[in-house]
């Protein structure tokens, strides 16, 4: 496109054409998390203010019930019909529903995000949700992907999917948990202790801190501590000397400072030669002053980990993380942008992996938010930690209370139909209320 | 007819297709092969089957679709059903993840085979050995074509806790070898720092990447000074043997100025007017902190400055941040 601006229609044109059409075939490899696709194009379209409000309703309605077909009966998500049973597989077993194929963690996660856009929160069985997520905890405070019928917990003890949890639990539970649920809450402490031990020599955060730093890992657990509330308050991060930060203010970190360091050290000079040569053999040499200026033409791109080539989503991971620890004003966004939009950004609409790459959707909606977290004009104010607009996060944190209201069953010509207690008509609806039917209220004395 | 449907061997199977209907998100071309395949798969699932067939439906599911993760979890229970040679399973699995490069599952799956293994073989050594061996063999030839491939990497730390690897020659022989290739394989200076530092022979069990550990013994903190030193020589702009060293120092509990002498090497900062030397932002930054820590705040200044402004000007804004500070501390 050559120009540093972001070309909205063609963005918007992509993303229409993501949602109404086939994927090609290559993405069968993405079967499993269509539901992370599906999420990625709703709120790319909502980023770009052509959101679904633009849909007929009829529209909206089916993408809700597609999504809520996706529900797993014992709570939780599955990432696509290709992991859902029809219902009548689901029989009783005794100790609840048989499992067929598992809920899925991610699939949950996104799932929720999804339905912010086009439902509403309490159309999720979220007891049902809760219960099953705290079974994905293991020990050592992780959670695993899913849990298998013989109770094994599958999936790597890594940051993603405590973040995932950390962000179902705030959709679900708000960020108070109440008396009566706290026993089926999951364990805080334990899980930031995990993402605290997960800090490497070099300042960022893997999936465990025996491996290599990687951006996505440090993003997930930072993110996770934004969302349970676990980040040091930015003011207490000391620059004066790196690595010595004081611990007792830092919750979820062991060492901010560090990770500073660690994220601003992602940023890599983009020159046209590194695609042809496969090392850069000048590292070997004295720097000269040439190759370092910078200049109106420069591009700025991230890696994921160190000595590794710039890719359009690091852009997201690190900038993300710098603005949730507070220290997004560190980096400098007009380099950054140009290389987003001279480099990755795609003729069609859309971005990819690295320059000449054509787009997809993974990377199409990771370089809007990189853009949006920069604060990008003509695109919606921004949260990191959800990785969604700020007026989305509003919608689901209403949506979240709303779902918590109690509902009431009320009877009418022998038929029941709930209500919410905070509907104005809830008083009158209640006091005209006819008694439930004869036979019912027999059975219950039965039952008793 | 597809390759499922009218053949003999699954006629007694109904399949279950997926169930897309109106309003689905991230609808996918799938061949019809593809379709069918998944159909008798859930089919197959339902029915809780574990047969030689499932291994043969699995595995070409697995051909169109190596992500799929209820297959592979489907495949591992089947082949615990049949009892099946692991070590056949373990070749199969080879030429798969040759040819899915960026594929989880396969690890996991070899993980899950490998935990199955192991008590066959815990108490000899000698199979121990060979298994360790053939492992390796076969994670060079993937490193062959990606030496920083992640999934294997993780593998490979698993590897190494799950058979005692640590004292191994062969282990950081292997790793050395591959920064012998890449002196900035930045996974290989990763998995060094792990098998040092993680050794349960010297290590404090639990102790974090990021804190010092007494138990770690002085000559070891010199060895890996001395290897991370070496390979800054060669390329001194390499950030991965710098970072490498603030986390020698920090496990040993040392101070960054205990190696100011050597990072002077790549810097010279002259007194008067003449130009500076600088052959590595990264010795530059060192010394900034070394300096900063000694409380020579005008020097660290003065580092950070050319960093700033000369150096890494791209992270401007960073050495700034970092400079505010020493200003403070000058002005008192």
Redesign the interface.
């Known amino acids: 496109m050559g120009e540093s601006q972001l070309d909205t229609e063609r963005h918007i044109k992509y993303w229409r054409r993501c949602l109404k059409s086939l994927l090609p075939t290559d993405y069968t490899s993405t079967d499993s998390s269509r539901m992370t696709l599906g999420f990625f194009i709703l709120s790319a379209l909502d980023l770009l203010g052509a959101g679904v409000e633009t849909l007929p309703d009829k529209e909206r309605a089916n993408i809700r019930d597609w999504i809520l077909k996706c529900q797993h009966p014992n709570g939780g998500f599955c990432g696509s019909p290709n992991h859902r049973y029809p219902d009548g597989y689901y029989v009783d077993v005794g100790h609840g529903k048989q499992l067929m194929d598992p809920a899925n963690l991610p699939a949950t996660f996104f799932a929720i995000l999804s339905l912010g856009f086009v439902g509403r929160l309490d159309q999720i069985r979220r007891r049902d949700c809760l219960r099953w997520l705290k079974t994905l905890q293991r020990d050592d405070g992780s959670f695993g992907e899913f849990i298998t019928e013989e109770g094994i917990i599958e999936g790597g003890n890594d940051t993603r999917y405590c973040y995932l949890a950390a962000a179902v639990r705030w959709a679900l539970t708000g960020d108070q948990v109440s008396e009566e649920e706290e026993k089926d809450d999951i364990d805080v402490e334990k899980m930031v202790d995990h993402l605290r031990r997960g800090q490497t020599y070099d300042g960022g955060i893997s999936e465990s801190s025996e491996h290599e730093a990687h951006a996505g890992y440090t993003y997930c657990a930072i993110a996770a501590l934004s969302l349970l509330n676990r980040l040091p308050d930015p003011s207490t991060i000391s620059s004066s000397t790196p690595g010595t930060a004081s611990t007792a203010k830092l919750p979820g970190l062991a060492d901010l400072s560090g990770m500073v360091r660690w994220l601003v050290s992602r940023q890599i000079k983009y020159t046209m030669e590194e695609d042809e040569e496969e090392d850069e053999t000048s590292s070997a040499e004295p720097l000269s002053l040439a190759e370092l200026s910078l200049n109106e033409s420069e591009f700025v791109g991230f890696n994921g980990r160190c000595n590794k080539k710039a890719d359009t989503c690091y852009s997201f991971w690190v900038t993300a993380c710098l603005d949730m620890i507070g220290s997004g004003n560190l980096i400098e966004p007009g380099p950054i942008r140009r290389f987003l939009f001279e480099q990755t950004q795609h003729r069609i609409g859309g971005f990819g992996k690295s320059p000449g790459s054509p787009p997809d959707i993974y990377h199409s909606y990771l370089g809007l938010a990189a853009l949006a977290t920069m604060k990008e004009p003509g695109l919606k104010s921004f949260d990191p930690a959800l990785c969604i607009s700020i007026q989305q996060k509003e919608k689901l944190d209403k949506m979240r209370r709303d779902a918590l209201v109690p509902t009431r069953t009320y009877w009418k010509h022998g038929y029941s139909f709930s209500i919410r207690e905070d509907d104005p008509a809830y008083e009158k609806t209640m006091a005209a209320s006819e008694e439930p039917p004869r036979f019912i209220v027999d059975a219950l004395k039965i039952v008793r | 007819m597809g390759k499922y449907e009218g053949n003999p061997v699954w006629d007694d199977v109904v399949p279950?297709p997926?169930?897309?209907?109106?309003?689905?998100?991230?609808?996918?071309?799938?061949?019809d092969e593809?379709a069918e395949a998944?159909g008798y798969l859930?089919a197959i699932?339902?029915a809780k089957e574990y047969s030689p067939r499932v291994l043969d439906l699995t595995e070409h599911i697995i051909s169109?679709?190596?992500?799929?993760?209820?297959v592979w979890?489907y495949r591992a229970s089947t082949l615990r059903a049949l009892n099946t040679p692991i070590d056949k399973e373990l070749s199969w699995m080879n030429e798969v993840a040759l040819q899915n490069q960026k594929n989880?599952q396969i690890w996991?799956h070899r993980q899950i085979l490998i935990d199955q293994l192991y008590p066959s073989i815990s108490s000899d050594p000698a199979a121990i050995q060979a298994l360790a061996d053939s492992e390796l063999a076969f994670m060079t030839q993937m490193f062959d074509e990606d030496s920083?491939n992640?999934h294997v990497?993780?593998y490979r730390?698993y590897l190494v806790r799950k058979l005692g690897l640590f004292n191994s020659p062969a282990e950081l022989k292997s790793v050395e070898n591959l920064l012998r290739k890449?002196i900035?394989?930045?996974?290989a200076w990763?998995?060094r720092?792990?098998l040092v530092?993680?050794n349960p022979e010297y290590s404090t069990p639990?102790s974090?990447?990021?804190?010092y550990d007494a138990r770690i013994p002085d000559a070891i903190v010199d060895r890996e000074l001395a290897f991370a030193q070496a390979a800054t020589f060669?390329?001194?702009?390499?950030?991965?043997p710098w970072?490498?060293i603030?986390?020698v120092l920090?496990?040993g509990g040392r101070k960054l100025s205990s190696v100011e002498q050597f990072a002077g090497e790549f810097v010279t900062l002259p007194e008067d007017d003449s130009a500076e030397?600088?052959?590595?932002?990264h010795a530059l930054d060192f010394l900034a902190?070394a300096w900063?820590?000694e409380g020579k705040t005008e020097k660290a200044d003065h580092a950070l400055r050319l960093l700033a402004d000369?150096?890494?000007?791209?992270?401007?804004?960073?050495w700034d941040?970092?400079r505010?500070?020493?200003k403070e501390?000058t002005s008192k």
Request: proline share 2%; charged share 30%.
């Open positions: 279950i997926q169930d897309d209907g109106e309003g689905a998100l991230a609808q996918i071309a799938y061949t593809y998944m859930r699932m339902a169109m679709n190596a992500a799929h993760y209820t979890l989880y996991h920083k992640y990497w993780s730390q890449d900035r394989n930045n996974s990763s998995h720092f792990f530092f993680c639990d974090k990447a990021t804190e060669e390329a001194p702009q390499n950030q991965s970072n490498y603030r986390g920090r496990k030397d600088v052959k590595s932002s902190e900063s820590e000369k150096y890494d000007r791209i992270r401007k804004n960073y941040w970092r505010a500070p020493l501390k």
